[in-house]
């Protein structure tokens, strides 16, 4: 059986060192990508949502367009390579 880790929007944010609104945005904006389940009406992320957060970081400070980003993400598998 595979455990599933999740994590908080504010661990995310320490994570990846980014402002929770600024979080929240591409949460918002980036939906799709960002793997996450509800626990009694609480959202969680998945650990994968850490480098999927990262991806958009590098890729938002690089000016790059959000469509631009969106291409790239839906072309992107971001797997654990690491048993926690």
Not at 12 to 32: A, H, R, S
Request: proline letters at 2%; glycine letters at 4%.
């Amino acid at each position: 059986m595979k455990t599933l880790y999740l994590i908080s929007l504010y661990g995310l944010c320490q994570i990846i060192n980014v402002p929770l609104g600024t979080v929240k945005k591409w949460i918002d904006e980036y939906d799709t990508y960002i793997p996450k389940t509800k626990i009694n009406g609480v959202t969680y992320f998945e650990l994968e949502a850490i480098d999927v957060l990262k991806f958009i970081k590098i890729y938002t400070e690089e000016k790059l367009e959000k469509i631009k980003i969106e291409n790239m993400l839906a072309n992107t598998t971001f797997v654990l390579t690491e048993e926690l």
